[in-house]
């Protein structure tokens, strides 16, 4: 009796541990896929959305529209290889370092950056810092395709024994309470950002502009 009864035991505890090895499996590959879907979206979609639009250009200046095409497919070539290596590395780095570069880049497509830095120490995590970083991008690049104006001003900050940046513009604005959060604020903002411990608030409305605070623990 006793026998019978540890050996359905083991048995209970391998379907269990089977089962449990299953469960972790199937979450393992969602977040990997969701990881990979927002990466797409933040980096590849933009840019062959980009190539794909017509301008007048393309018939009166086509070695210059080529040209330009070329540059942008060879900028995004080096973005991935970047972003490739970066997530090998490991330590802690300076913010500043990449929101400086992002706000360049940004630059060669017309959105203006302004980059205010208080006197902190704005070391962090590669994992944080590389999160930071592409949630900063996503709400620079909403800025520049919803909000009608080709301005920002992106704040770093010391808060609550973290890091805190703060992307605003003085555009459009939109009615957070009467629309639904699209795959860039959901996914590429506020998910990027809990997975590393942060959160992320988007404040808006009507002719006031949006506000992006973003937030990590600096350990």
């Known amino acids: 009796m006793i026998l019978a009864s540890t050996i359905c035991l083991m048995a209970m505890l391998t379907v269990s541990v089977r089962l449990a090895h ?13 990881v ?26 086509a070695p ?22 970066a997530r090998t590395e490991a330590g802690r780095a300076r913010l500043e370092t990449d929101l400086v570069a992002l706000a360049a880049d940004l630059a060669r497509h017309r959105l203006h950056t302004e980059l205010i830095r208080e006197d902190v ?15 900063v991008r996503e709400a620079l690049r909403n800025t520049q395709k919803h909000s009608g104006t080709d301005r920002a001003v992106v704040r770093v900050e010391e808060r609550d024994r973290g890091i805190a940046v703060v992307v605003r513009d003085h555009g459009s ?43 990590v623990p600096q350990s």
């Open 64 to 85: 210059a529209r080529l040209a330009e095409l070329r540059q942008a497919a060879k900028e995004q070539a080096a973005l991935v290889r970047r972003d490739m290596m």
């Open 173 to 215: 604005g939109f009615d957070t309470a009467g629309r639904d959060a699209g795959f860039g604020i959901r996914e590429s903002i506020s998910a990027r950002m809990a997975e590393v411990g942060g959160s992320a608030r988007v404040e808006s409305r009507p002719g006031w502009g949006t506000q992006v605070t973003l937030w």
């Open 121 to 135: 120490d704005d070391t962090l995590p590669a994992h944080r810092r590389t999160a930071m970083r592409d949630a």
């Open 36 to 61: 990979m879907n927002r990466y797409l979206h933040d980096t590849v979609l933009p840019t062959l959305e980009a190539l794909a639009l017509a301008a007048p250009s393309d018939a009166a200046a």
């Open 22 to 34: 299953h469960a972790g499996y199937r979450r393992g590959r969602r977040r990997e896929r969701a």
